[in-house]
């Protein structure tokens, strides 16, 4: 199946992205999410990012009009009735994504291919929730979307091959590097990523160094672009949290329990960049002021 239009479901900062890179990569896109200001700002997203990259020259001016007249937005999940490949970035909590797949799977066409930008959902069971697992796949971007090459592909239980090669055709598309993993718990990158960035939560609410040392010692010593509490609050505490989660239930070990302190910012509303402050503060743009 030739895949032309692409349907984003979440306008957020993974969906504006997704969005963002489809575009450029010539594909029509229909941007989802459920209130007007979400989709908005998700395209004064897209809009500022397509702008550097015209100020650096990486892009024409040609290119990135034309990327920006393909995405179109709307309110209603009845606009990707049509479109070939959906991907779904919403909130990562089971029971919202269940219920949105179920909807998908009764309204988009049936030949089309749904896929979840899930952190750490089994893909397995939203494939079943989408009722029609043969067409069901992950497709794990990273922050920020049009910068990172990885795209980790994840074969459900009942994932046919040919949505494995279309899906996998589809992120070489748009400039990425895509890696096959199993569908296990975290799959490959938050299996790594998130235990290290609990840790370093644990670390900061034992009291071991401030939090500027901490990320510094990953940023000097590890030489991480970014340190641990800083890239938390990059993605999002809740992101965070619900992934710690899945991951002390999928593998029924405690070695992944979320700290606490992780749960209480999480309660606290202080999700990190998206909502101005989580271990840090930022302005409106999102640069760090403390
Ligand atoms: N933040 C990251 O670094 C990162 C990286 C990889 C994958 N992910 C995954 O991507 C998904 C989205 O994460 P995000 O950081 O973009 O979150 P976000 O909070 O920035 O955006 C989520 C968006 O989805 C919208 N939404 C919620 N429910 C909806 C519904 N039923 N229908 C339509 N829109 C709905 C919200 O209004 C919001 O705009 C999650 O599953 C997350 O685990 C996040």
């Known amino acids: 199946m030739e895949v032309k239009t692409i349907g984003v479901v979440g306008a957020g900062q993974m969906g504006s992205g997704i969005a963002q890179v489809a575009a450029q990569a010539g594909y029509q896109v229909v941007l989802v999410d459920v209130a007007e200001a979400f989709l908005e700002r998700g395209l004064g997203t897209i809009r500022r990012s397509l702008g550097k990259f015209l100020e650096k020259g990486r892009i024409s001016q040609e290119d990135h009009d034309a990327a920006l007249a393909r995405i179109r937005t709307s309110l209603d999940l009845e606009a990707l009735k049509d479109t070939d490949l959906v991907v779904e970035a919403i909130v990562e909590d089971e029971g919202e994504k269940r219920r949105l797949f179920e909807r998908l799977g009764a309204l988009v066409k049936p030949e089309a291919i749904l896929a979840s930008n899930t952190s750490s959902i089994p893909i397995t069971a939203l494939a079943r929730y989408s009722g029609r697992p043969e067409r069901f796949i992950g497709m794990h971007f990273f922050n920020p979307v049009p910068l990172m090459a990885l795209v980790e592909v994840i074969r459900g239980e009942l994932t046919a091959e040919t949505t494995r090669e279309v899906v996998v055709a589809v992120a070489k598309r748009m400039g990425k590097t895509p890696l096959e993993v199993q569908d296990y718990p975290g799959f490959v990158s938050n299996r790594l990523l998130m235990p290290m960035i609990n840790e370093a939560i644990e670390a900061l609410r034992e009291g071991v160094a401030t939090k500027e040392a901490i990320d510094g010692v990953m940023r000097l010593g590890m030489n991480h672009p970014m340190g641990p509490l800083e890239l938390a609050d990059f993605i999002g505490l809740d992101t965070c949290l619900a992934i710690m989660e899945v991951l002390h239930r999928g593998?029924?070990?405690?070695?992944?329990r979320p700290s606490p302190l992780l749960r209480r910012m999480v309660q606290a509303g202080l999700l990190?960049?998206?909502?101005?402050?989580?271990?840090y503060t930022y302005d409106e743009k999102g640069n760090k002021v403390g």
Do not use: V
């Open 251 to 256: 593998f029924g070990d405690d070695k992944y």
């Open 272 to 279: 990190g960049r998206k909502t101005g402050r989580g271990f």
